[in-house]
């Protein structure tokens, strides 16, 4: 059982748009920073977003990422068949004293 | 470009002590801005934190494993370490070494509010704990 809960799965067309949403707590989403990684099966996550919302250098800006409260949320545009991947979120836990991941959220485009 | 890449036994026996390195190429594993740590996805879950170590020694945990684990960086070889003892079954993953830059806001009140993430990732090593 993952701390941040994240949708299992989300799925849309080529060249539309997706929201992931990762929701937590005051002990963590709520009061640290957030990032968000994609990971393609059988290789390495990569970094896709960092502190709430800054992209890391040869992120697309069709990539975004928002906070509000105790959630966060991943946006992606112009959806690619690249794009296909699991996408996690991770922040620190205050109370837990440690990191701590979402679940994860298979992405489907169809 | 910064580089790591992990490496050890791939197969461990139950009970026995996982290790495995990192070798860093790319970066100085005592630069300040920089935690260095380790993440494992278990066979077709998520993903893991282990915990962190920075150039001085001092480390973070995740206490879940806290009382199995040691991370440690060598300095002049520019390298960390994972030790994983009283392995299991469930112990069985793929290993990932990663960077994690950092800092840190006072909030109003007193607290603190944390900034840790993975910027770069080695590709991973598999380790199975099998008898």
């Known amino acids: 059982q993952s701390v941040l809960t994240q949708p299992p799965s989300v799925s849309a067309a080529p060249g539309q748009m997706v929201t992931i949403s990762c929701s937590g707590t005051s002990s963590n989403i709520g009061r640290n920073y957030v990032s968000w990684y994609q990971q393609v099966p059988r290789t390495a996550p990569k970094l896709l977003i960092y502190d709430n919302n800054k992209r890391p250098s040869g992120i697309p800006d069709r990539v975004s990422g928002s906070k509000s409260g105790t959630s966060v949320t991943l946006g992606i545009t112009g959806l690619q068949t690249g794009d296909e991947a699991n996408y996690y979120c991770?922040?620190?836990?205050?109370?837990?004293?440690?990191?701590?991941f979402g679940s994860g959220t298979n992405l489907t485009v169809l | 470009q910064v580089q790591l890449q992990e490496s050890g036994p791939g197969l461990v026996k139950p009970s026995e002590t996982l290790s495995l390195i990192c070798s860093v190429s790319g970066d100085s594993i005592t630069s300040s801005f920089y935690y260095w740590g380790w993440i494992r996805q278990s066979p077709g879950q998520g993903l893991e934190w282990i915990g962190r170590?920075?150039?001085?020694?001092?480390?973070h945990y995740n206490p879940s494993l806290k009382s199995r684990v040691t991370l440690s960086a060598d300095t002049s070889k520019n390298q960390l370490s994972l030790k994983l003892g009283s392995v299991t079954a469930a112990d069985t993953a793929v290993y990932y070494c990663?960077?994690?830059?950092?800092?840190?806001?006072?909030?109003?009140?007193?607290?603190?509010?944390?900034?840790?993430?993975?910027?770069?990732w080695g590709t991973g090593t598999t380790v199975t704990v099998s008898s």
């Open positions: 991770g922040t620190w836990d205050s109370s837990l004293n440690s990191y701590v």
């Open positions: 170590v920075f150039y001085t020694g001092s480390t």
């Open positions: 990663v960077r994690e830059p950092f800092f840190d806001d006072l909030l109003p009140g007193g607290d603190r509010s944390y900034s840790y993430y993975m910027d770069v």
